[in-house]
C-alpha cells in the first residue's frame, strides 16, 4: 500500500530523516511514534505530497484512495450530516447525477454503483459515526456554524472516516475527543477494512488499534509488529543485542589492537600487524540507539492539612442563572484523593473542576475549604493561562518578582526551559513545552490539590510517563480529566461520573466504562447510567495508593516482628516461671496475641505487595 525508500529531508537545515526507508502492507494498521519534533507530522505532509518534493521515494498503490483531516469544517449553514455525506466524493457525485440523468443505461448504471457502494444505508452509517464522535442525534441537522471549533475538528474526522479511503492518515485524532470518542474511536480503527497510518501517544489506542508500530528514531524508519508494549519489548531486547554485540566487537577490537601495538616495529611481524590494522578498518561500527532524556516534571509535595480540603453542598453549577449544568452536587475533596472525572463532553467535567477550584462561582449552595488550601488548576485551554507577546522568563519571573535574574533562570531550568528556550515567547513554544511551562508555573506554589483538565494532549508517550511518575510522586490530591486511560489508569484510583445534570461516584473501573461506553448509544442514552457491579468487582487502585498501602504493611510488619521479639525476650529468662508464675502465663498470652498479630502483619504486607506487582 505505500512505500518508502531512502527518504532524507530536512526543515530549516534540520535533517530529519537520514536514508529511512519502510513499507506498509494493505489491511495494515500502523502507528507512528516519536518524540515530539522528530518529524512525524512532516512526514505525514510527505505522504500527503504537502512539504514539497522528498529525496527519495514514496510511493502510493495505483488507485488508492487517500482520506485525512486537513482541517476543520469551516463555519457554514450546511447541516453537520449533509457536510459528513458531501465527504465521499464519489456518493455525492452519483447521487447528485441520479436526479439528472435521463439515459436509461446510464441511470441503471449509477443505480447499480450506488447499491455497489451501499449508498442506501449512507445515511445511517454516517450518523453512527457522528454519535460515536459524540454528537447527539439532535446534533446532525444543526447548521456546521453552530459549532466550535473543537466540534467541527469531529466533524471534519467523521467526514475522512465516512469516505472510508484506502489509505487512512491520522495526525493525533484523539487531541479533540473525550474519552467516550477516543474509546470508540479505538475499536473503529481496530475493524476498518483498510489501511491505517496514524500519529498518536495514547498508549491504550497503539495497543488496542494497531497491527504495527512505525518507530521514527534517530532519523530512521523502523516497523515492529504488535502494539506499543510489544514494540517496547522488541525494542528492548533489540538494544540488548546490540549492546551485547558491541562489547564483544569492541574487545575483539581491542585485542587486534594490541597486537599491532605491540609487533608493528617488528619486521617479522610487520605484515601480521598491517592485516589486523586492515581487519579494524574494516569492522563496522555496530550502532546503539541513545536513550533520550526525558525532562521530568516536580510537584513538590504541600504542607500537611486535615481532611476535607473542599466540599460542595447541595450546589448548582453552571454560568447562567437558573440554568444550571449540574444539579445539587454534593461532594468532598479529601487530602489523599486521586480521582478522575469521566462523563460524555458537554455533560458539565469542566464546570464540575471549575467550581470546585473556585474559578466558577456557584449558581446556589455552599462550598466550604480549608482556609490555607492551595488549588492548582491546569486548563486545557493553555492561552487562557499564558500572556501572548511575554517570554517564558517573564513569566517566571511573576512568580518571584524579588528574586534574582540567576534564581529566575535557575527556576526556569527547574521546570524544563534551559538558557535555549528561557527567552522564547510563549506562542513560539510548542503545545507540549506550553503544558510543561503551564504545569511548572502552578506547581511552583506547592499546590494542595492538582486539577488536572486534558493535561496530555500535546504530550508525547515520554513525557506522559515523566507526568504520571510526577503525579504518583505527590503527596496531594488529584482531580483528572483526560482521554487518556493509562494515564487514568496509573494514577486515579475513585471515578465521579458526570451525566445528566448530575455527579456521582462510579463504582466500576475505566474498563468498565469503556465497556459502558461502547454499548451505549452515545451520548444521550440513559443507558450510561452506570449499573450496580457484581459483588466480587473492586475498583482499580492507584499504583501511588498501593505504594502507600506496601509502606504502611511493612511498617506494621516490623512493629508486630519487634513486638514479639520483646516478649520472647521475656520469656527467655530462666527463672521467670519460677520467680512470678502469673507473670510468665501473662506473657505467654501476649506471645500468642503477637504471634497472631504478626501473621495478619505478614497476610497484609503480601496482598500489599502482590497488588503492587500486579499493577508493573
Known amino acids: 500500500m505505500l512505500e518508502i525508500t531512502d527518504l532524507t529531508h530536512r526543515v530549516a537545515g534540520r535533517v530529519l530523516f537520514d536514508a529511512a526507508s519502510a513499507t506498509i502492507a ?55 450530516l449533509d457536510i459528513v455525506l ?19 443505461h446510464r441511470i441503471a448504471d449509477i443505480h447499480m454503483r450506488l447499491a455497489e457502494i451501499e449508498a442506501y444505508s449512507a445515511e445511517a452509517r454516517a450518523s453512527a459515526i457522528l454519535v460515536g464522535l459524540g454528537f447527539a442525534q ?41 474519552l467516550e470518542g477516543a474509546a470508540w474511536l479505538e475499536e473503529y480503527l481496530a475493524r476498518y477494512p483498510h489501511t491505517v497510518v496514524v500519529v498518536s ?30 514494540y517496547l519489548r522488541r525494542r528492548a531486547e533489540r538494544v540488548a543485542l546490540q549492546s551485547a554485540l558491541k562489547a564483544k566487537q569492541d574487545a575483539q577490537r581491542a585485542h587486534l589492537q594490541k597486537f599491532v601495538d605491540r609487533f608493528r616495529a617488528k619486521a617479522s611481524k610487520a605484515r601480521q600487524a598491517q592485516s589486523r590494522i586492515k581487519m579494524i578498518e574494516k569492522m563496522q561500527e555496530i550502532p546503539i540507539p541513545l536513550e533520550e532524556r526525558t525532562t521530568p516534571f516536580q510537584f ?49 467535567k469542566t464546570t464540575l473542576v471549575k467550581s470546585i477550584g473556585a474559578r466558577l462561582a456557584l449558581l446556589s449552595g455552599r462550598r466550604t475549604a480549608s482556609s490555607k488550601a492551595q488549588i492548582g488548576y491546569f486548563s486545557q485551554d493553555q492561552l487562557d493561562e499564558l500572556r501572548a507577546g511575554e517570554t517564558v522568563l517573564q ?13 529566575h533562570r535557575a527556576l526556569a531550568a527547574r521546570i524544563g526551559f534551559g538558557p535555549e528556550k528561557v527567552d522564547t515567547r510563549v506562542e513560539n513554544l510548542s503545545g507540549g513545552e506550553k503544558v510543561r511551562l503551564l504545569l511548572g508555573l502552578m506547581a511552583h506554589a506547592k499546590p494542595h490539590v492538582l486539577i488536572l483538565d486534558e493535561p496530555t494532549s500535546h504530550l508525547d508517550i515520554d513525557s506522559r510517563e515523566a507526568l504520571i511518575h510526577a503525579i504518583n510522586g505527590y503527596a496531594g490530591a488529584v482531580l483528572l480529566i483526560t482521554h487518556d486511560i493509562y494515564l487514568a489508569e496509573a494514577c486515579a484510583d475513585r471515578l465521579w461520573l458526570v451525566h445528566g445534570g448530575r455527579v456521582q461516584p462510579y463504582d466500576g473501573d475505566l474498563e468498565d466504562y469503556r465497556a459502558l461506553v461502547l454499548s451505549a448509544d452515545r451520548p444521550d442514552a440513559e443507558r450510561l447510567e452506570p449499573p450496580a457491579p457484581p459483588a466480587a468487582v473492586k475498583p482499580k487502585t492507584s499504583k501511588f495508593t498501593l505504594q502507600q498501602r506496601l509502606a504502611a504493611a ?31 502465663a501473662s506473657i505467654a498470652r501476649d506471645r500468642a496475641s503477637a504471634a497472631d498479630e504478626l501473621a495478619a502483619a505478614e497476610e497484609a504486607w503480601l496482598e500489599a505487595s502482590e497488588a503492587l506487582e500486579g499493577q508493573d
Open 300 to 348: 513538590e509535595d504541600p504542607t500537611e492539612l486535615a481532611s476535607p480540603l473542599v466540599v460542595l453542598d447541595a450546589c448548582d453549577l453552571g454560568y447562567v442563572a437558573g440554568r444550571p449544568v449540574l444539579n445539587k452536587v454534593s461532594l468532598r475533596l479529601d487530602h489523599d484523593d486521586r480521582i478522575v472525572v469521566i462523563g460524555p463532553n458537554g455533560q458539565g
Open 138 to 178: 439532535s446534533d446532525l441537522r444543526r447548521p456546521c456554524r453552530e459549532f466550535s471549533g473543537g466540534w467541527r475538528m469531529r466533524a471534519a474526522l467523521a467526514g475522512v472516516l465516512f469516505s472510508a479511503p484506502d489509505l487512512l492518515v491520522l495526525d493525533e485524532p484523539t487531541n479533540y475527543l473525550d
Open 554 to 584: 511493612e511498617k506494621g510488619l516490623e512493629q508486630a516482628q519487634a513486638a514479639l521479639a520483646a516478649l520472647d525476650a521475656q520469656l527467655a529468662a530462666p527463672d521467670l516461671f519460677a520467680r512470678d508464675h502469673e507473670r510468665a
Open 395 to 407: 513569566h517566571v519571573r511573576d512568580l518571584e518578582p524579588d528574586w534574582t535574574p540567576p534564581k
Open 201 to 230: 501517544h495514547d498508549r491504550e489506542m497503539l495497543n488496542r488499534s494497531v497491527t504495527h508500530v512505525l518507530a521514527l528514531e534517530e532519523k530512521k524508519l523502523e516497523i515492529y509488529v504488535g502494539g506499543y508494549d510489544a
Open 26 to 80: 494493505e489491511g495494515w494498521k500502523v502507528g507512528l511514534i516519536g518524540r515530539n519534533g522528530s518529524g512525524k507530522t512532516t512526514l505525514l505532509r510527505l505522504i500527503r505530497e504537502e512539504a514539497g518534493d522528498p529525496n527519495g521515494a514514496i510511493r502510493i498503490r495505483r488507485g488508492a484512495r487517500m482520506g485525512f483531516v486537513a482541517q476543520e469544517v469551516p463555519q457554514i449553514d450546511e447541516p453537520l
Open 86 to 104: 458531501a465527504a465521499d466524493a464519489e456518493l455525492a457525485a452519483l447521487t447528485a447525477e441520479a436526479t439528472t440523468a435521463e439515459d436509461p
